[in-house]
């Protein structure tokens, strides 16, 4: 039967929201920090046969992230897209996607971004292995199966770390971990032509709409603006030895160096 | 703009934009001046199927639309002239006319390798003595039992320095005039196929041009693509659709000219202000901006009629005539807002300026396109 792998993905917004986020192709990219994932994804079932799933929340203008996995080599694209799952937050994301892998039942492995360009957190993946009840390593940079268990590699702090995980498992893969493919035409044209997406609202899901959306979202978000960094520029005066020592001694006082 | 794409199409655009983006615009200057063909990016894109994009996926391609090609080839001449030329040659005059012609053997000796760019294809039409004068061509191919016996000077080949099939265009019938010419598939190693020195040009450097010529060299007689005779047919044909390929190319060049010029402009400061501020400046930007928009319509529209099966010539015609003068004026422009730097090779306008002035003579100079969009209107109010 293979593997059945499951790939959480993110539609992130690429430009700074002036009226509220709107998520499409113009404004968004899939998530970078999920390609990777998907990367060990298709290249795990393309070796040993299976499939690959890829699950993405959000509104029905962030299905083209689900289409460009599918051309990169994803097998199938589930779309959990529901009006009350707005302003969810990472636990309520969390809920929602378990309750959706639930739905993709039997699977072998689920895997993650390390996290999102866009928020950031890291929590989606780890929250969801917990509502999930599988194992969970997080960063991982290389994994393979052998006699139905999951070797990965991890690499943290300096250190190498080698776990032994048993199916089903959830894994956070690292952005080092491998250089993703760029999307053949070939890919583009079957994914658009063959694949299609399934699209699930919360009426599929086994969830309580209280969980979910803004009333399950501890966590809000009150603003959000665009930073702009103050950068200066100032010309040093003097022979080249006094520019010198001076650099030398604003670095020095900048704490930069002893 | 975008409005106008489907989904499909703008993930074609995405993709390419990100591969060519990351591999190619970072030796796109480099390989300019060194004028060196860069196989390790064509290996890559034939992997990713930019040599096949038409072609279908039974025979290695990746069986799209003309609109996915000709946004492909915007984006790959976005960052780099050469190698959209490489690449829109390679599809539209090498590997067209062998799937539109070809016999079903043919195809599957051919077009798979050429799919994935794993051989590379030429056009061999334009001679010595006859550019725009195509039925002017003095090369022969008489043919001689199981061969032909071909005796070919072929001049200004695109991708020649690298091809490993050229179709020649030759005299079959020495007295039968434009009905007298064929074209068959000759293959490089065959005795007698030589291939000349790479042209010193102007512009599109990394593009290794040269001469082909055929000495009594013996080309089968199962390499002849179509019937005898239909030689200056099949050639037109597969220019109809070459010249919505080089149209987008111009396109993209002059998309790249406009990009860097809006950058240009918003950094460099004179008078206490960006040069974006002068209104000289924002009149040429305007025209600029507005003149790309309206050549890659021009292009979009030829692409869409061919896809609909409908009639495409006079609309590749005119999108080619417009989009070649209209990259030659907006890299102009674009070296004129940058300046003493514009003129430099620190800067890339100076490129994308030489680049473009070879989209006016190249399939089917401006002067041949104004000759064929003008019978074409003649005859539409006859």
Known sequence: MGLHIIVCIKSVVTKAPENGIVRSADTAELNPFDRPALEIAISMVEEQGGTVTVLSMGPPSCAFVLNESMAMGADRGTLLSDARLADSDTLATSTALAAAIKKLVPFDLVFFGTRTHDSDTGQVGPQTAVLLGTPLVTGVTSCEIKDNLLRVDRKIDGFREEYELSLPAALTIHPSAVKPRYIPLGGIEEAFNTKEINVLTLDDLEINVETVGNAGSPTRVISMTKVTRERSCEFLTGTTDEQAEELVARIKKSGLID | ?382
């Not at chain 2, 400061?269 to 040069?275: A, L, R, T």
């Open chain 2, 1 to 382: 703009m975008n409005t106008l794409l489907t989904e499909k199409n703008r993930a074609v655009r995405r993709s390419v934009r990100a591969f060519c983006e990351r591999e190619i615009m970072p030796i796109a200057g480099e390989i300019d001046r060194e004028a060196r063909f860069p196989w390790e990016i064509v290996e890559m894109m034939g992997k990713l199927g930019y040599f096949g994009i038409q072609a279908p996926k039974n025979l290695g391609g990746a069986g799209m639309d003309t609109m996915s090609y000709v946004i492909t080839i915007e984006e790959i001449s976005r960052v780099c002239g050469s190698l959209g030329l490489c690449v829109t040659v390679h599809n539209s005059v090498a590997i067209y006319p062998i799937l539109a012609f070809g016999t079903e053997e043919q195809k599957e000796r051919w077009i798979p390798q050429l799919a994935r760019g794993e051989k590379i294809g030429a056009f061999g039409l334009t001679e010595p003595n006859a550019g725009s004068d195509a039925a002017g061509i003095e090369a022969t191919a008489i043919r001689n039992g199981d061969h032909f016996v071909v005796n070919a000077n072929k001049a200004f080949v695109t991708n020649g320095g690298v091809a490993d099939i050229c179709l020649i265009f030759a005299r079959t019938d020495p007295n039968a005039g434009r009905r007298g010419i064929s074209v068959v598939v000759a293959e490089r190693g065959t005795p007698g196929f030589v291939v000349g020195d790479v042209e010193d040009l102007c512009g599109m450097r990394s593009n290794p041009v040269s001469s082909i010529r055929l000495y009594d060299c013996k080309v089968p007689a199962e390499n002849l693509i179509g019937k005898e005779g239909m030689g200056l047919q099949i050639g037109l044909m597969a220019l109809d659709t070459g010249r919505i390929g080089i149209a987008a190319q111009a396109v993209g060049i002059a998309q790249a000219a406009l990009e860097e010029s809006a950058r240009y402009a918003n950094q460099r400061q004179q008078f206490g202000v960006s040069i974006g501020h002068h209104q000289s400046i924002q009149a040429m930007l305007a025209d600029m901006a507005t003149q790309v928009e309206a050549a890659q319509l021009m292009v979009y529209r030829a692409a869409i009629l061919r896809d609909q099966g409908k009639s495409f010539s006079q609309a590749s015609a005119m999108a080619k005539l417009y989009a070649s003068e209209m990259s030659s004026k907006v890299t102009d422009m674009a070296v004129q807002i940058h300046g003493a730097y514009g003129y430099s090779k620190a800067y890339a306008v100076e490129r994308y300026y030489r680049d473009a002035r070879v989209t006016r003579i190249y399939e089917g100079t401006s002067e041949i396109h104004r000759m064929v969009i003008a019978k074409g209107v003649l005859s539409e109010y006859k």
